[in-house]
């Protein structure tokens, strides 16, 4: 049974900062994984796919890499901004479905 | 670009009554699946549904849960008689073969 870990649970920065969120999987198997940010009360915005053949994906600020050997993704996100206050979800997909982690949730002070 | 819908954006139900969440998929997926978030909880997965039958469900998904994609287009999932404990956020998600899935907007069903 696959299980998702995110560290850390939360996260203040002040603006500007560089920042790594990690998420680790136990079953290695896996079609992708995927990274959404969630605001309160709202939906799941996707934010990478990072597909099991490759090794990272990048939009705009977002890095998102991936090794699927040690069960291990990371993302990346440069100069944080107030905007990007959210939590951070990262969902490992095996044989279809989703499994995701308890997510991180990142404050960016001005 | 296609997107999932869903409807209603939130629902409010009294304990014992039966609920019907509606979600569209994008035309061309073929694999559908409801997930639920309780608040301050995580995302789990319910069932996933290919070719107008269950492929896989969780053990949240007791019979009191039904999934239906009655007319081709709609995927509906049903609550038989809710609970309190059924409040939550429900996702439709939908993907062609092994790729990236997409998740609706969600519902929040709420149980009085």
């Known amino acids: 049974k696959q299980e998702v870990t995110q560290i850390p649970a939360a996260l203040s920065v002040p603006e500007g900062e560089n920042l790594v969120l990690n998420c680790s999987f136990t079953d290695s198997a896996i079609y992708n994984l995927q990274w959404f940010r969630q605001d309160p009360g709202k939906g799941l915005t996707s934010l990478l796919l990072i597909q099991s053949s490759q090794r990272e994906q990048t939009s705009g600020r977002l890095n998102a890499s991936l090794d699927k050997s040690s069960g291990r993704s990371t993302l990346y996100i440069a100069a944080s901004q107030p905007g990007d206050s959210a939590t951070y979800l990262c969902a490992a997909n095996n044989a279809g479905k989703s499994t995701f982690g308890d997510g991180t949730t990142l404050t960016v002070k001005p | 670009e296609p997107e999932v819908t869903q409807t209603p954006s939130h629902q409010v139900t009294q304990m014992g009554q039966e609920v019907i969440l509606r979600c569209v998929p994008i035309s061309n997926h073929l694999y559908f699946y409801w997930y639920r978030q309780i608040l301050g909880q995580k995302v789990e997965f319910l069932v996933s549904?290919?070719?107008?039958?269950?492929?896989?469900k969780s053990e949240i998904f007791d019979d009191q849960f039904s999934v239906e994609r009655p007319d081709g287009s709609n995927f509906t999932l049903k609550i038989r008689s809710t609970k309190l404990e059924d409040s939550a956020m429900y996702f439709c998600a939908g993907r062609e073969r092994p790729y990236e899935q997409y998740f609706g907007p969600g519902t929040r069903l709420t149980v009085t």
């Open positions: 549904f290919y070719n107008n039958e269950i492929s896989e």
